[in-house]
């Protein structure tokens, strides 16, 4: 079959003056479904993402003898017995091959797991590690492989390096608490990037009446006991929010997100502390986040440790900038969807730009862009970057628009609409 056609990404028109609706946070429905699903009883979650990454989660968890009913209300999770001889396609969802093996550790048998051909260099020997130290037998270092259940894990202290992504951390303690002795993760090497990834998987769990203990750094101990049903409603993805904040940035005008909360665990409200210092005016009234630009991108010098995800949109924003721009912290971008940081570089300078890579990070000094196809790498939140630059260059078509659907499926709807086409 032949590959679809590029996406031509639309210029502005003007000034922006737009409302985004923006769809459920991936990080929290995966925490929520998984939690869900090793719960004490039913579970509705209201508003879940529905996107490639959330539908592997879901479709993971049934695999493994959860329930889970989709309606317009959104999802309910019925725990069961977490059953063996099951297989579970990944795609290239880090939560889904990060999340899933500590819960298929409790299953009465063998889980085979594989993703996209891609996912099978995502870093995964630290949490497959873990779970042997902690009693688990596994296969392989890398997708594909397999855990062994055994219906039970006995859990306890364990050491590893969570360099490269937060998500081994974050894995562990959401099965911890159904583990015999719970969990105990303690992480020696360099420093653990995401660290508000971690901190939502804390809040979530002790919102779900499960006891944690993250006062001493690099320590996170989950005591063993039993996980509340949950009943809520999930916030928008902040993260996913940001193509559009940024594009009141290059375009000008004004753009609102509603139902911004007020207090998150999300990563992606640093955008309210960011953007500012790009240049825009942002305020948060009312739970609408309202940004507002000039048309005009101001230089910056960021570490995104903490927030690694937001990258691309900003190094979009930056080759658009009035200097040049270091984004810092980045280096464990290398293995997010595919090398950020490469993709980035080579995309950009592809349409006449002058990105080098740093070594843990980027410099981005702005040229004048023409068009090119620009190439997404399997990767979300490239086709985002891509559509940020579109906005000012004329020319840029974006190759496997759909990709975007691994957590923003309604995205280029949502962008024209925005644009008032
Ligand atoms: O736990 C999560 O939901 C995530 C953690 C982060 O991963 P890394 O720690 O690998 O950067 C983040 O980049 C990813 O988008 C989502
Ligand atoms: C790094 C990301 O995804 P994943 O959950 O697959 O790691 C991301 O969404 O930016």
Redesign the pocket.
Known sequence: MNAPAPWPAPQAPGPLDATVVVPGS???T??YAVLAALADGPSRLRRPLVSRDTTLMANALRSLGIGIEETDEGWTVTPGRIRGCADVACGLA??VM??VPPVAALADGPVDFDGDGQARSRPMGAILGALRDLGVGVFGDALPFQVQGTGRVRGGRVLID?S?????V?GLLLAGARYEQGVAVVHDGKP???LP??D??VAVLRAAGVTVDDSAANTWRVEPGPIRALDLTVEPDL?NAAPFLAAALVAGGTVRVPDWPSTTTQ?GDALRELLPQLGATVDLVDGTLTVTGDGSVRAVDVDLHD???LTPVIAALAALGDGTSYLRGVG??R??ETDRLAALATEINALGGEVSELDDGLQITPKPLRGNVFQTYGDHRMVMAAAVLGLRVPGIEIADVQTVGKTLPEFTALWTRMLGA
């Open positions: 991936k990080s929290l995966n925490r880090g939560t990060r999340f969570a490269s992504s937060s998500q081994f974050s653990v990037p995401s990834h971690i939502m998987t993260s990563a927030v690694g995800e464990h971008l293995f997010h």
